[in-house]
């Protein structure tokens, strides 16, 4: 092992020993280099003359580039073209921290570790399983979950993912998740996405305070936990009663055997898709600076390794769209829109003919929602009817239909579902 990485891993353990003991072999192997190419270029910075960078610069000192781009980016160059570090812009993660807290009250006055930048939400997911998942154990997710994780974590680092039941009586099915939490085995790894992907469900406040509670007692119980949020959607509730607060709020501070990671990004919440810019933050109850520093030492270690750094300029332009005067009221706008949408469909589903065929799983937030289609319907040969009688694209995970509305305008509500009732009509007379 590199005398770094043991460094950090003393350091860790030091702390709390339950983050080294959550860590993968390769999480306990990762460091960021201070030292060789990296640690002799951060001591030559400020030389008049230094020939330490792997980067083209101009004879003024400015970023060499190309006028044919340059002449389109209005940023400074230094904010487009150089690499960013690894861990991120200094500033924007500090912005990017301070709106965490903004949004989620329950956060103050609790310690987080500062956000390091990941290629966004499906990078941020990989790192964590870089760091935490050993090929052959266990992820818990809901039976309803972004497909990706498969690509993520089983495919890239061997895990398995382990399914509970996501919902009972019209909402989360808490004790699923218990006994699953329950089952034997010292470590857990847990995905927790909210609003969910492919469903748009977000737990009630209520819900919100079970999970925890569940999380809790498992950890009381003994169970080491990794606890992955992902943010992708967060923000877009369209309910009352249902909690606008990560969960990553609730477990921030529960239990010393609970580490937390927020998973988080511009992409869907600032509608930049193309810009690739994620976070991963770090909190577990007692943490230490010296705690964070280190798991963002990996992380950032991890993310050198694995990609170099994040887009400069991507990062560039969203710090300056957060610190606009208008950024609150244009994010406002898009919700609306997007509230708008959600309404039309609920609106639309109130006509009980629809039953006939298939049933809305529970939704409120989001990107989508889901239909469940009823026994005896195919969900393939539906869906090829969609597309070739009524020019209608819906994606069937398995005979439940997910409906992006994030994707259609409110006016097309009532069309979408007519197509969907006709081509279940048209499979039934076939």
């Not at 329950?106 to 997911?125: E, M």
């Not at 399983?129 to 497909?147: A, K, R, T």
């Not at 974590?153 to 399914?163: D, R, V």
Request: hydrophobic share 40%; aromatic share 10%; glycine share 8%.
């Amino acid at each position: 092992m590199n005398p770094q990485a043991q460094e950090l891993n003393e350091i860790l353990l030091s702390q709390n020993s339950v983050v080294f003991d959550l860590l993968s072999e390769k999480g306990k192997n990762i460091f960021f280099p201070k030292k060789g190419i990296l640690g002799q270029s951060a001591e030559a910075k400020g030389t008049r003359i230094n020939a330490t960078i792997g980067a083209a610069i101009e004879d003024d000192g400015s970023p060499m580039r190309l006028e044919s781009i340059a002449e389109k980016i209005n940023l400074s160059p230094n904010a487009a073209f150089p690499y960013a570090p690894s861990f991120g812009r200094p500033d924007l993660r500090a912005k990017w921290q301070e709106m965490i807290y903004d949004k989620n009250p329950k956060l103050k006055g609790q310690k987080l570790s500062s956000p390091v930048v990941t290629s966004a939400l499906t990078h941020g997911i990989s790192m964590a399983g870089y760091l935490f998942l050993n090929e052959g154990e266990e992820v818990i997710v809901p039976n309803l979950f972004w497909g990706n994780y498969n690509l993520a974590l089983t495919n890239a680092y061997g895990a398995q993912l382990k399914k509970f039941n996501i919902f009972k009586n019209g909402g989360f099915d808490v004790e699923a998740l218990k006994a699953t939490l329950m089952e034997p085995g010292e470590k857990k790894v847990l995905i927790l996405n909210f609003p969910n992907n492919p469903t748009g469900y977000t737990p009630t406040f209520e819900e919100m305070e079970a999970i925890a509670t569940v999380i809790k007692e498992a950890a009381e119980a003994g169970k080491k936990i990794v606890a992955i949020t992902d943010d992708a959607y967060f923000g877009l509730v369209f309910e009352d009663g249902i909690a606008k607060e990560s969960i990553f709020a609730y477990l921030s501070d529960l239990h010393e055997n609970v580490l937390a990671l927020k998973i988080d990004g511009a992409t869907k919440e600032d509608y930049v898709w193309g810009f690739r810019v994620g976070f991963i933050t770090y909190a577990i109850k007692g943490g230490t600076t010296e705690l964070y520093q280190a798991l963002e030492n990996k992380t950032g270690g991890a993310v050198r390794g694995n990609i170099s750094n994040s887009s400069n300029l991507s990062q560039s332009l969203l710090l300056q769209a957060f610190e606009s005067s208008n950024y609150g009221e244009q994010k406002q706008a898009k919700f609306e829109i997007m509230q708008t949408r959600y309404t039309a469909i609920k609106e639309v589903l109130k006509d009980d003919k629809y039953g006939n065929y298939f049933t809305s799983l529970p939704y409120n937030s989001g990107y989508f929602m889901c239909v469940q289609l009823k026994e005896g319907l195919d969900g393939e040969v539906i869906r090829d009817i969609l597309i070739n009688k009524y020019s209608i694209g819906i994606i069937n995970l398995n005979n439940v239909f997910r409906v992006a509305f994030s994707a259609m305008a409110a006016g097309d509500a009532k069309e979408l579902f007519e197509g969907i009732y006709n081509a279940c009509k048209d499979f039934e007379n076939q």
